[in-house]
């Protein structure tokens, strides 16, 4: 090799090595380390884990177990948050686009819960919905402020999820304004030259051309529900009972709380490979249907 | 009624519900700063209504008790270091993948960019004992370099998606007139990477300021390592039903970047739909 080449490929290593070297040992290292501990019993402290082969799995997949019921209330979570927040958040960015003084305003008080940490996010409605509501039911007398909104299993669930979406809606309002912005104006005029009216212009023509941006927020919603945690810890600690136990939150329980770490480490495997699933599906489906201009 | 005529009457009503609903938005953020001014006794009549008068003694209070000072001192920290290095790394390794188009940048390409597939509950369990036995858990520093490692693959995409629209004839004339590779990076072609580098900048410091879990795992045993977020958690818990003291400390823990984001709406919203659809 000559010593311009010689030059040359070392500096190549020394640009890449760092990143590569820290990815490894933050990401590599340890997703090695968990398939290998999901086949063992072992409980953080002690040297050695017990190699037990699938039995950890056999555990996690078991019908009626910890697991099984977390990840119904997850898939159940994210189906609703993601459906809320794209529709919500495309219905209002709708609004916000039409010109207007305090547009920009508006724009802004919808992202301030997104740029606020999603644990205090939690605490500011866990207060409204004891001490709030309590207020708001001796003022107007209506019955759904008395509801027990964080102790009963089916409304705790409707509290947490409208708590997530209200958190990341401006995310959404933003993409989409973005993505409304970018359609064409002359596209929109010669729609309505034609004779269609608003509705149909919207459904005919601004909403297939936003296909790039509706892919963007259902892939970010849907990764961001599979991710709750925060939000359930800091407002439900997953109750009542175990009804708002998140996977993560089930993953972080097993093995900090219960110190089964070979049985979390097989959780968050089992966890892993739906989360890839679910999103390369719904990836494919959405990019699929796009259409180009 | 004309047609002009009954736009803009559409247009005031749309304008008067869209601030209706606004206002019932943001009023959970309004109550939470209003409740942390008052008394005891005052939340506990009356959660919706106005302080009598500002009780500033609920923040003299917390200020001492979770000792801000120092948790903005340790959030500082830990977010300068975590994108200094994200920066840093993501953009040098985009750089050369970029440039050099050979099988081992390829590689690189892949070893660096496929993380981003894994989410981070997934390795949060043996991350742990990694970070045991490199010394890098329960220190401010080692929680900064650990975002390197997970921040990197995302920015290094970012980077290198925009790597691509930097001319490389500067690469060549700067050679030209003798500017080592390291020269030609810093000099020439990262400055020129401004736009981008605001955009990772944003969303790191969003993510890193206001992370939870990493931290929870990392440096969660001592007072002195503690985060901001981290430390309202725990408070806020302590103080179950004393919400004056533990409203305050919330307020305390958002204001910051309530702040930033009213003087940087702009950049902010700019760099978080850069990322999102480059992501």
Not at chain 1, 88 to 100: G, N, P, Q, W
Not at chain 1, 170 to 176: A, D, E, N, S
Not at chain 1, 186 to 203: H, K
Not at chain 2, 75 to 91: D, H, M, R, W, Y
Request: charged share 15%.
């Amino acid at each position: 090799m000559s010593k311009r080449k010689k030059k040359e490929m070392f500096d190549t290593l020394l640009y890449t090595l760092p990143a590569i070297l820290l990815v490894t040992v933050m990401m590599y290292i340890p997703f090695v380390m968990s398939g290998y501990y999901s086949l063992t019993r072992w409980n953080g402290i002690a040297k050695e884990a017990v190699f037990i082969g699938l039995e950890n799995f056999k555990t996690v997949l078991s019908s009626g177990g910890e697991f099984t019921g977390a990840l119904v209330f997850t898939i159940r979570y994210t189906f609703f948050f993601v459906l809320f927040s794209n529709v919500i958040a495309l219905f209002l960015a709708v609004c916000l686009t039409k010109k207007f003084k305090l547009a920009n305003l508006m724009r802004g008080v919808f992202f301030i819960p997104y740029i606020m940490s999603m644990t205090i996010v939690g605490f500011i409605w866990k207060f409204i919905f004891t001490q709030g509501f309590a207020r708001l039911s001796a003022m107007t007398g209506w019955g759904v402020w008395d509801l027990s909104w964080l102790g009963n299993p089916r409304l705790a669930f409707y509290a947490v999820t409208m708590v997530g979406v209200w958190q990341s809606l401006g995310f959404y309002i933003v993409l989409y304004i973005a993505g409304l912005q970018a359609v064409p104006k002359d596209v929109l005029e010669a729609s309505t030259v034609d004779g269609a009216n608003g509705r149909q212009t919207f459904f005919r023509i601004t909403l297939p051309l936003l296909g790039p941006s509706i892919t963007t927020c259902l892939f970010m919603s849907l990764t961001n529900g599979l991710k709750v945690f925060d939000i359930i810890l800091a407002l439900t600690k997953g109750g009542p009972g175990s009804s708002t136990y998140s996977v993560t939150l089930q993953i972080y329980k097993e093995a900090f709380q219960n110190n089964n770490y070979g049985l979390g480490s097989a959780e968050s495997i089992v966890y892993f490979v739906i989360v890839l699933v679910l999103t390369q599906v719904v990836l494919k489906i959405s990019s699929s249907r796009e259409v180009a201009l | 009624m004309s047609m002009k005529k009954k736009n803009t009457l559409r247009k005031s009503l749309l304008l008067i519900g869209l601030g209706i609903i606004a206002l019932i938005y943001i009023f959970p953020v309004f109550l939470m700063y209003m409740n942390s001014l008052k008394p005891f006794g005052e939340i506990v009549k009356d959660a919706i209504a106005l302080p009598s008068h500002p009780e500033w003694e609920n923040y003299s209070y917390v200020i001492n008790k979770i000792k801000y000072g120092k948790l903005f001192f340790n959030n500082v920290v830990i977010t300068t270091i975590g994108i200094a290095g994200i920066v840093l790394f993501s953009s040098m390794a985009a750089y050369m993948m970029d440039r050099r188009r050979n099988r081992y940048t390829r590689f690189a390409h892949l070893v660096i960019t496929t993380p981003m597939l894994i989410p981070f509950q997934t390795i949060m369990i043996t991350l742990l004992k990694a970070m045991n036995i490199i010394h890098l858990s329960g220190s401010k520093i080692g929680l900064g370099i650990q975002y390197w490692g997970f921040g990197i693959p995302m920015a290094t995409f970012i980077y290198y998606n925009f790597m691509k629209t930097v001319p490389r004839e500067l690469d060549e004339s700067a050679k030209i007139d003798g500017a080592s590779t390291h020269k030609t990076f810093f000099m020439v072609i990262f400055p020129l990477l401004k736009t981008v580098t605001v955009t990772v900048i944003v969303l790191d410091v969003m993510w890193i300021w206001n992370d939870f879990l990493l931290p929870l795992l990392m440096v969660n045993s001592s007072n002195e390592t503690k985060t901001l977020v981290l430390a309202a958690y725990t408070f806020v818990g302590q103080m179950n039903t004393k919400w004056h003291y533990a409203m305050t400390a919330m307020v305390l823990a958002v204001t910051p970047s309530i702040i930033i984001f009213i003087l940087l709406q702009k950049y902010i919203v700019e760099g978080v739909v850069a990322g999102a659809v480059k992501g």
